[in-house]
Structure formats: C-alpha cells, structure tokens
C-alpha cells in the first residue's frame, strides 16, 4: 500500500498513476484531465477502515478547481493570441501598395515622376539646401530652401532636373544641408516609398520590405499615406 495526500491506494494502481504522473511533468504540467483520473482513482482504492475526511476531500476538489482555472485561462491566452495573429495579418496585407514614410536619405523616382518627403529641422537655419543626386552621384537638383523654423518641413520633388527636364526613373539621393553661424551641418530626412509585402515573423514581429530601401521595421514607419 502507498499513500498520496492522505489516501491509501494499492502498489499496482500507485504505479500506474506514477507512470502517469511523469508524463505530465515532462509536459511541464499536470492537465486537468489526469488530475480528475488521479482523484477518483484515489476515492476508489482509498482503505474501507480509514475513509478520506471531508476535508481532505474538499481540499481535493480546490486543486482541481485551480488546475481546471488554470487550464481555461492558458486556452484564453491561446485564442487571444491566435485572434492578435490574425489582425496583424490583416493590418500587414493593408498595407501593401501604400505609400510610407520613413527616415532615409535615398528613394525611386517611379514613371508617376514624384517623390515627396520631409527634412527635420531641429534648431532655426540661417539658410537650408536641398540637393539630389542621381544613382551615379551626380547632382541633378538644387533647391534653395532659405531660413527655416525648428519642426518637420514637407516638400515634393517632380522629377527634373535644374533645366526642367524629366530624369529617368530609379534610385535618388536626398542630402539636406543647413547653415547655422557660419557652420555648415546635415539634417535629417524623410522619404516615401511604396510598401511591395509585408512578412510576419514567429513572434508576431511585422517586417515591411520598402522599395528601394529594403526590410523595415513597422516601427520605423513614420508615417502611412
């Protein structure tokens, strides 16, 4: 005879529910189905001569109340996270084909000839230029953008050159200069480009693949058009 939690329960029975005992915990828990097996089995091998009390009966059935809890709010935790999994797909396949701004200093000129985008300018500039070259560094574009204020500045670029003409679609780089006391110092820009997919990782992790630019982050986005 051997004795679990104060019921007496024969050797044959007593390893019967041990063998299942260890599965459980290589499972890392014990299911509330096993749970339920091991108490009846218990009521049924307890000794006739000295009957569980009412008590331990009781306490009995709190640990499988818990066990059972536990098991309904780990199938909760599992629906929510597979219904979240599901909006992010949603969200992730509405956003192909947008357009996104992100921090970056180059992006495709496509056949609608315009890239728009925005310069941050974190202290007041004495002057501020805008240049843009082409894929073999050669500038095509200069534009004057005078004394500017502390905050976002937008601008669009058509696609022409200094003489007007359209430039061939492709990769362009944007270079923001400003003049502060006689000191020249670089800013910080913004471009749009188009979102070509989105990749949803294990985690739940949202990667946008950028034209032009290459996998992003949903975090770098600054803004979704």
Do not use: C
Not at 55 to 67: P, Y
Not at 177 to 203: F, P
């Amino acid at each position: 005879m051997q004795e679990i939690n104060g019921f007496r329960v024969s050797d044959s029975v007593f390893e019967a529910l041990s063998a299942k005992t260890e599965t459980a915990r290589k499972n890392d828990a014990l299911g509330r189905d096993e749970f339920l097996k091991l108490l009846m089995a218990q009521l049924e091998n307890q000794d006739p001569l000295s009957p569980a009390e009412g008590t331990e009966f009781v306490a009995q059935l709190a640990q499988f109340s818990v066990v059972e809890g536990v098991q309904d709010l780990n199938d909760s935790f599992e629906g929510m996270n597979t219904s979240l999994k599901s909006n992010q797909a949603i969200q992730a396949s509405a956003l192909v084909g947008h357009t996104v701004i992100v921090n970056s200093a180059v992006a495709r000129l496509t056949t609608a000839g315009e890239v728009i985008g925005s310069i941050t300018v974190d202290e007041p500039t004495d002057d501020t230029l805008l240049n843009i070259y082409d894929a073999q560094g050669v500038l095509v574009r200069q534009e004057m953008l005078g004394g500017l204020e502390a905050g976002e500045v937008r601008f669009g670029w058509d696609g022409r050159n200094e003489a007007g003409e359209s430039l061939p679609a492709g990769m362009y780089r944007f270079e923001a200069l400003a003049s502060r006391d006689g000191e020249v110092v670089a800013l910080k820009t913004y471009l749009g480009a188009n979102v070509n997919s989105v990749t949803i990782g294990a985690t739940g992790d949202m990667t946008l693949n950028v034209d032009g630019i290459g996998p992003l982050s949903i975090s770098d986005v600054r803004e979704i058009l």
